[in-house]
């Protein structure tokens, strides 16, 4: 099992340009997430989506969409990047979701880190 | 809004070193959990504590969850240079991360 997947790993952009970040997973889970992380700031909730279907904003949702493909994959999109965007965004899923009410594992991808100019 | 922070942001020492790291909060959380994070990876989940007062070992360390379900220490013991990384506790139903620790040990 390959776990969760990111692609691309590094990529860098200029202000006002557009772009997609895939992630996938092959754990069968419910639940998946799009993080990004700035230093001294930990980890940031983008977007989640509880289950095929359906997507929730997070605590950072500004400047951004996401699309839950099918159950496997779930894509965070920039519309229009800008500097603030730079940082390293990490895709995540679990079993269980926020909406269950149980406690969930997350696992994560390896990251994309993204720099806008 | 619930806030998780994490103390110390940063610590360096030498192998063989104990050290404790903490999580705080104001809130009630039902549950922590602690990640590891190594450079250029994800986060990878350690442990999770859900009892007030509970405490799990995981080889050399030791994670506590406060009475109150307010905080969370992790201690480890005979620290080793392959403990460095970047230590994260999370909680809330959306997993609010905190700000993070970042261990370095010098052999």
């Known amino acids: 099992n390959a776990g969760v997947t990111q692609t691309p790993k590094f990529q860098v952009l200029k202000t006002g340009q557009s772009m997609t970040l895939q992630c996938a997973q092959d754990?069968?889970?419910?639940?998946m997430y799009w993080y990004r992380q700035d230093p001294g700031m930990g980890l940031r909730l983008i977007y989640y989506s509880a289950s095929e279907g359906t997507t929730d904003k997070g605590e950072v949702p500004n400047g951004y969409n996401v699309s839950r493909l099918n159950k496997r994959e779930f894509s965070l999109r920039l519309e229009s990047a800008a500097p603030s965007q730079t940082s390293v965004y990490f895709c995540a899923s679990s079993v269980y979701g926020p909406e269950q009410g149980i406690i969930y594992e997350q696992y994560f991808g390896p990251g994309t880190r993204l720099t806008v100019t | 809004t619930q806030l998780l922070e994490q103390s110390p942001q940063f610590l360096s020492i030498q192998e063989g070193e104990n050290l404790t790291v903490y999580c705080n909060s104001s809130?009630?959380?039902?549950?922590l959990q602690w990640y590891r994070q190594e450079p250029g990876e994800g986060p990878v989940l350690l442990v999770t504590?859900?009892?007030?007062?509970e405490v799990k070992k995981l080889k050399r360390l030791t994670f506590q969850f406060g009475d109150a379900r307010k905080d969370s220490s992790l201690h480890i013991t005979a620290a080793q240079p392959g403990d460095t990384g970047l230590y994260l506790c999370?909680?809330?139903?959306?997993?609010?991360f905190g700000t993070g620790t970042r261990l370095q040990v010098f052999p």
């Open positions: 504590v859900v009892t007030g007062g």
């Open positions: 754990m069968n889970h419910n639940s």
């Open positions: 809130s009630v959380f039902s549950s």
């Open positions: 999370a909680g809330g139903v959306k997993l609010i």
